[in-house]
Nanobody, 123 residues
Framework: QVVESGGGLVQPGGSLRLSCVMHGSFQSYRPIGWFRQAPGKEREGVSCITAGGSKIVYADSVKGRFTIDRNNAENTAALQMDDLKPEDTAVYYC??????????????????WGQGTQVTVSA
């Protein structure tokens, strides 16, 4: 089970930190990713981090503004979001890769998903 938290309403230019807690027998050597879906739009991969943190991938739309990290000892991950823009408004999901050990932002390798947390960026 994966549970996200930390969403909310923030003004443009503001920051939020999303957290992801993974319960159960998760393998700490699987990559973790963050995805988002805005109303009327397809799901978009935001960021992914491999087990040891040696490879991190960001979508072009969030590079330089978002930072992903993870703590394998605590089975947690986080997404620090700075300089938020209205177009970042979406439901954000944390997910764990279950097919292989590589990161990707398509979502195809991810087999365990959280319920999502709403992020709204508005003045």
């Amino acid at each position: 089970q994966v549970v996200e938290s930390g969403g909310g309403l923030v003004q443009p230019g503001g920051s939020l930190r999303l957290s992801c807690v993974m319960h159960g027998s998760f393998q700490s050597y699987r990559p973790i990713g963050w995805f988002r879906q805005a109303p009327g739009k397809e799901r978009e991969g935001v960021s992914c981090i491999t087990a040891g943190g040696s490879k991190i991938v960001y979508a072009d739309s969030v590079k330089g503004r978002f930072t992903i990290d993870r703590n394998n000892a605590e089975n947690t991950a986080a997404l620090q979001m700075d300089d938020l823009k209205p177009e970042d408004t979406a439901v954000y999901y944390c997910a764990v890769v279950t097919a292989g050990f590589e990161c990707d932002l398509t979502g195809d390798r991810f087999g365990v998903w959280g319920q999502g947390t709403q992020v709204t960026v508005s003045a």
